[in-house]
């Protein structure tokens, strides 16, 4: 039994580092396979879901049996043989990583995974599901099949280092861009908070004056604060009006006004009708 995809070239950056998988297989070992070892740069993930067999790396034994996660990479000599009762099968990708002696930035992921030649314990990060869902898109080739292998691989990377590391926390935190942000903060803020809407609180949220409040909302929406919160309200009411049970008062208080004639007048005056009329037309 054995599936085979050889002669790839599958390529993926991850952090800035160019990555080659040229062959990914799945197999049942039959047979010993003698010591050897890979070039520089070279690297094969080895994942072991079912069965049991030795390997030999660096003249050091080990026992493989069901969920056994190892790494040979440059130089590592290792052999492997099935224990014939239950031989072992095997998921082995084979990569090839470019020259990175060039600077480049720290990268948590791959200085850890280049850096680690060896390693081989239980898998505790879901590396079989992974390898399921490589082998799947290799073989069935559905629509987008390249992109996905290309977004799985690098999932196998990281999952090979959270396990040499047993999930440490990361000390790298995602690039914070303030003006994204502030829109954010604008879109939550009308979208969770219309019954209480004040330009002061909008302002005191961004950490900006009300001046530079208003400003911002024209940068961003074309709109007033008073616009965007009749906006917000007057969305929020025809919503709640859909509900035949709930009375205008109710929808007034909901909504934040101080009586139902106010809110009436609001809503005459966004929809150019009353919340009664408005009701029986859309939801009789």
């Known amino acids: 039994m054995k599936t085979l995809y050889t002669d790839l070239d599958i390529r993926f950056t991850l952090d800035g580092i160019s990555v080659r998988a040229l062959n990914i297989v799945f197999e049942r070992f039959t047979q010993t396979l003698p010591a050897h070892s890979h070039g520089s740069g070279c690297y094969e993930i080895h994942y072991i879901p ?34 014939l009762d239950d031989p072992m099968q095997e998921y082995c990708v084979y990569l090839k990583i470019r020259d990175t002696s060039r600077p480049r930035k720290p ?10 030649p060896f390693w081989l314990g239980p898998d505790t990060q879901g590396v079989h599901g992974l390898m399921i869902q490589l082998f799947s898109e290799l073989e069935h080739r559905y ?3 390249q992109n996905q292998v290309e977004l799985l691989l690098p999932q196998l990377l990281i999952c090979m280092v959270r396990n040499y590391e047993q999930c440490q926390l990361s000390q790298t935190v995602f690039a914070h861009n303030m003006s994204d942000s502030k ?7 009308f ?65 934040g006004y101080s009586s139902a004639e106010h809110f009436s007048s609001a809503f005459r005056k966004y929809y150019k009708t009353s919340p009664g009329k408005y009701r029986k037309r859309n939801f009789s």
Not at 61 to 81: E, K, M, R
Not at 107 to 116: E, H, N, Q, Y
Not at 183 to 189: G, H, L, P, T, W
Request: charged share 20%.
């Open 50 to 83: 079912f069965g049991y067999g030795k390997l030999n790396a660096n003249n050091q034994y080990y026992d493989i049996s069901p969920n056994t996660l190892y790494v040979t990479g440059p130089h590592v000599v290792h052999a492997q043989a099935p224990i």
């Open 107 to 116: 990268s948590p992921v791959m200085d850890a995974f280049l850096s680690t």
């Open 143 to 145: 629509t987008g099949y």
């Open 183 to 189: 829109s954010v903060i604008i879109d939550q803020y």
């Open 191 to 255: 979208l969770y908070e219309y019954h209480s809407l004040s330009l002061e609180a909008l302002a005191d949220r961004l950490k900006i004056s009300p001046r530079q409040t208003q400003r911002l909302l024209k940068e961003y929406y074309g709109k007033t604060f008073q616009q965007k919160k009749a906006e917000a309200r007057m969305s929020a009411a025809a919503i709640l009006l859909s509900d035949r049970e709930r009375s205008i008062a109710f929808i007034a208080e909901a909504l």
